[in-house]
Nanobody, 126 residues
Framework: QVPLVESGGGLVQAGDSLRLACATS????????MAWFRQAPGKEREFVSA????????YYADSVKGRFTISRDNGKNTLYLQMNGLKPEDTVVYYC???????????????????WGQGTQVTISS
């Protein structure tokens, strides 16, 4: 298991930017596929973005393409989500997720991840 802790959430105005971070508790993220999901109260958890370990390919939900960028810093064992052009619809709790690399398994299914952070709240005002 890889303990994960998210940070970087907050309250900003529409059009502003935030950078979320997901850090391990003194453990490496090497050989793990990493992803960001988000979930609003009463709604299903939805895929936001992912980055594979082996290929380093990135993936984005249609709703965030062109606005969000996922990246990882192996030296700091940290996953990032740069969020630009934020909209009120982005107001939700964001979760970091990790799984041992599975290059032949889709990255957008929350059920394939077995390591989760506690979430960080993002609130966008208009």
């Amino acid at each position: 298991q890889v303990p994960l802790v998210e940070s970087g959430g907050g309250l900003v105005q529409a059009g502003d930017s935030l950078r979320l971070a997901c850090a391990t508790s003194g453990r490496t993220l090497s050989f793990y596929d990493m992803a960001w999901f988000r979930q609003a109260p009463g709604k299903e958890r939805e895929f936001v973005s992912a980055i594979r370990w082996r290929s380093q390919n990135t993936y984005y939900a249609d709703s965030v393409k062109g606005r969000f960028t996922i990246s990882r810093d192996n030296g700091k064992n940290t996953l990032y989500l740069q969020m630009n052009g934020l909209k009120p619809e982005d107001t939700v709790v964001y979760y970091c997720a990790a799984r041992r690399d599975r290059p032949y398994t889709a990255v957008d299914n929350s059920g394939t991840y077995d390591n989760w952070g506690q979430g960080t709240q993002v609130t966008i005002s208009s």
